[in-house]
């Protein structure tokens, strides 16, 4: 945050009133000495809205403390805001002190930590055999460990922590009060003697005695699952570079090609894997620790099972971000002279590659508790390593794509989870409700927003009943009463039934806002603006704002409502959603559309092609959708790739994947432009979908699918941006998450003078329909002319 310079502290002292990240971070210590350096006296403590300091002292002391406040930052905090006054008379200070946190109701702009990787500090004594939490897997300071995980309510203190019923030892008390020790006022402190303790089980429940990191090594190196509880919930763990025990994980947790991530130990172990770039280092070695998506080197199966990433050039890499990861590669390098010595081995290349995948079954929640643990893995682990330390908050890895000219964030989730995201202004509390797919949810409070983790897709029983869960602790937690109430238009999502509900319930106004629109407007909450923009959205399906179902839609959007400008031409979906299922549908619906029915049965033997051909002919179940995503399946089915999805997106994956591989020349400019059209505004492929009907080799196709699609889309904007004099396009979708897609459109909109904007804090897909939802609202209610409006949005 930048603070005027010189701010001049009044006579008497001051007062400072700060939010943003400012809890769970170390701030109070780092004020503590701060002023201790400076000699000033007064107080700091915790409040509902964040942190008060109440400072006293020389004029020029004041100055360099308020200079100093924004520029010495710990790693993990951010100052939002920071309100001055001056000190009551009367009060006087002798020395400085951290207070007992007071409560305010109602707890305002309050920002949560997230949970952040062991620092080095940490590990370090973490593998000094002379510090007394050598070895231990909870080790922790003021600058890492758990945060949002472990909280139960605010503000952050550890009586509000699931570490509350772990007494502090005396070591571990005199660090926790002592302001020079890094553990000052640590919350999850705790040590060997008197914090959470590790153990392993079997299938059968018995608990094995001795070490458990060491069991836990042995039954990976047999080529066993292990179920492993890290700070947001379970992993399952395998060798990685066994292909028996991948092909077991795969078979047991039924996901038969969904890519696996794997961790290694440090940058120099993934060398040989993966193409590190820039940026993926950077990712990877951040406090987040997200798994990062690099590509894969062509001898990568040499050292690690082909089954990772099966037919795609990405592999998702990650790196140890708990004490417990550290100490599965520590003991992997034990021999029989003990453990090694010092800290080089840390930076050295290691053997050891783990598969770490989310531990649940596909499409359920994901697990956090041992006892739910125990009972939905058995049949999928072999062991159990478990710990007391309760995670009251789970969330699954964040994911992020680090190739290309951006990095682009896929899922947010342990380590991001639940920053707030700044607003352009303050508006009434909104829950919003998100989608279907990929569901989070949203609360905005003042000028800010938290979106939640991943839910899941609703058409899982137990995620519905999460969602549920979820908003209701939100608001607890965070002590937000919403005003307004927001959700997708389509009324039969669980989301948007529970948003009615809770309208109904709370008597609150009820927003439904189109697919589309929402996914713009999360793009305009993230720029912090208002101000009217081209939109793109390019996904699977959203119910548009005329009842139809779109997936590639332009649109206006500002704050006074939006304006359809154009969409692709509607494809058939033969079967309705099986034919998002199974893109040998698509591919089919697309040869009745050129007059090819004879080839239907020689391309698709074996298959129900009849049936599909007069389900068509008879406009029978075969809904039109303009939906980019079916055009991405129906391309990947006419090359072959791809004829039935066994996981969301395989079918576009795979056709990414295999345009990268082509290294043959492009299609000329003139050839370009004969494979597609535009027409009253809707972007005609059929063309081009015709020439990959005839194509050959697939690689090639795929590549100059991405081109013409490119060129295609490109024209298409440049077009209704000069009709409606706009020089800014949000490109919004889950489409977008295809890097040569959102690479090659941002080049090309740049070199005619537009300027795209993309998603940032949240992913482009339906994970950000929340935030987009909440903002529709906000801008609404603010109305054309910047006034509060109850109008409802207009086309």
């Not at 920071?82 to 006087?92: N, T």
């Not at 058995?378 to 969330?395: F, Q, T």
């Not at 309208?503 to 793009?523: D, E, F, G």
């Not at 490109?714 to 998450?737: D, E, F, N, P």
């Amino acid at each position: 945050m930048a603070l005027s310079p010189r701010l001049q502290p009044p006579p008497g002292g001051i007062r400072l009133t700060l939010t943003g990240q400012v809890q769970g971070v170390g701030f109070r210590p780092f004020v503590y000495r701060l002023a201790h350096e400076l000699a000033l006296s007064g107080q700091v403590c915790n409040t509902g809205q964040g942190v008060s300091i109440e400072l006293q002292g020389e004029r020029t002391r004041l100055e360099t403390f308020l200079e100093r406040l924004p520029r010495e930052l710990p790693p993990l905090a951010q100052i939002d805001t920071l309100q001055r006054e001056a000190l009551p008379a009367g009060r006087h200070y002798r020395g400085f002190a951290i207070v007992a946190s007071r409560q305010q109701a109602p707890q305002r702009q309050l920002g949560v930590a997230a949970d952040a990787a062991l620092c080095s500090a940490c590990l370090g004594e973490l593998f000094d055999p002379g510090n007394r939490r050598w070895r231990y897997p909870f080790i922790n300071c003021t600058h890492c460990g758990p945060r949002y995980s472990l909280l139960q309510a605010l503000p952050y203190d550890r009586g509000n922590t699931s570490l509350a019923g772990f007494r502090q030892c005396d070591a571990c008390q005199q660090e926790y009060d002592d302001p020079a020790a890094r553990r000052f006022h640590a919350q999850p402190n705790a040590c060997p003697r008197c914090g959470p303790q590790l153990w392993c089980e079997t299938a059968d429940g018995a608990r094995l005695s001795g070490d458990a990191i060491a069991h836990a090594l042995q039954a990976l190196r047999r080529g066993e699952i292990v179920a492993l509880r890290g700070v947001g919930g379970f992993h399952l763990a395998c060798d990685a570079s066994n292909p028996a025990a991948v092909a077991r994980l795969r078979q047991r947790k039924q996901r038969p090609a969904k890519p696996l991530a794997l961790m290694a130990l440090n940058l120099a172990s993934l060398e040989p894997l993966v193409e590190l770039t820039a940026a993926g280092r950077e990712l990877l070695s951040t406090p987040a620790a997200p798994i990062v998506l690099q590509r894969k080197r062509p001898d990568s199966e040499r050292r690690v099972a082909a089954a990772l990433a099966p037919g795609l050039d990405l592999l998702g890499v990650m790196l140890p971000h708990t004490p417990l990861h550290w100490l599965l590669f520590h003991e992997a390098l034990r021999s029989g002279a003990g453990y090694p010595q010092g800290l080089a081995w840390l930076r050295q290349a290691h053997p050891l590659y783990l598969v770490m995948t989310s531990a649940n079954r596909s499409g359920a929640p994901l697990i956090a508790a041992n006892d739910d643990a125990r009972q939905q893995l058995r049949g999928i682990a072999d062991l159990w390593l478990l710990h007391d330390r309760e995670i009251v908050n789970p969330s699954d890895d964040s994911v992020i794509s680090a190739i290309g000219e951006a990095p682009a964030l896929i899922r947010r989730g342990r380590g991001l989870v639940p920053r707030a995201v700044p607003l352009a202004y303050a508006g009434p509390a909104v829950l919003a409700l998100g989608g279907y797919l990929k569901n989070t949810f949203c609360l905005t409070q003042g000028d800010r927003a938290f979106v939640s983790e991943p839910v899941g897709d609703l058409d899982c029983a137990e995620n519905c009943r999460l969602l549920e869960q979820r908003v209701a602790r939100y608001c607890e937690l965070l002590q937000i009463t919403p005003e307004h109430i927001a959700c997708d238009l389509h009324a039969d999502f669980h989301s948007s039934r529970f948003a009615a509900e809770l309208a109904q319930r709370w008597q609150l106004p009820l927003h439904r806002v189109p697919h589309h629109q929402a996914h713009i407007a999360a793009l305009m909450a993230e720029q912090r603006s208002d101000a009217g923009l081209l939109g793109l959205a390019l996904d699977g399906v959203g119910l548009g704002w005329d009842g139809e179902l779109r997936g590639g839609e332009l649109l206006r959007v500002e704050r006074g409502g939006f304006t359809p400008l154009g969409e692709l031409a509607p494809l058939p979906l033969p079967g309705g959603d099986a034919a998002a299922r199974e893109p040998w549908r698509l591919a089919v619906a697309v040869l009745y559309g050129l007059g090819r029915e004879e080839c239907i049965a020689q391309r698709f033997a074996g298959r129900p092609g009849a049936t599909l051909l007069r389900m068509l002919q008879q406009g029978v179940n075969c809904p039109p959708s303009s939906s980019a995503g079916r055009l991405f399946d129906a391309a990947a089915a006419l090359l072959g790739l791809c004829e039935e999805q066994r996981y969301e997106a395989q079918a576009p994956m795979l056709l990414e994947a295999c345009a990268r591989a082509y290294g043959g020349a492009p299609l000329p400019g003139a050839a370009v432009q004969r494979l597609f059209r535009i027409e009253a505004g809707r972007l005609e492929l059929m063309p081009l979908l015709a020439y990959l009907a005839d194509e050959t080799d697939a690689r090639r196709g795929a590549a100059r699918f991405h081109q013409v699609l490119i060129q295609a889309l490109t024209q298409w904007i440049v077009l209704q941006a000069h009709q409606q004099a706009l020089t800014r396009v949000a490109l919004g979708g889950g489409c977008l998450l295809n890097q040569l897609l959102r690479d090659g459109l941002c080049r090309q909109l740049r070199r005619v003078g537009l300027e795209p904007l993309l998603a940032r804090q949240l992913p482009a897909n339906d994970a950000g329909l929340s935030l987009g939802q909440a903002w529709s609202v906000l801008m609404k209610l603010r109305g054309p002319g910047g006034r509060s409006s109850d109008q409802p949005w207009g086309i």
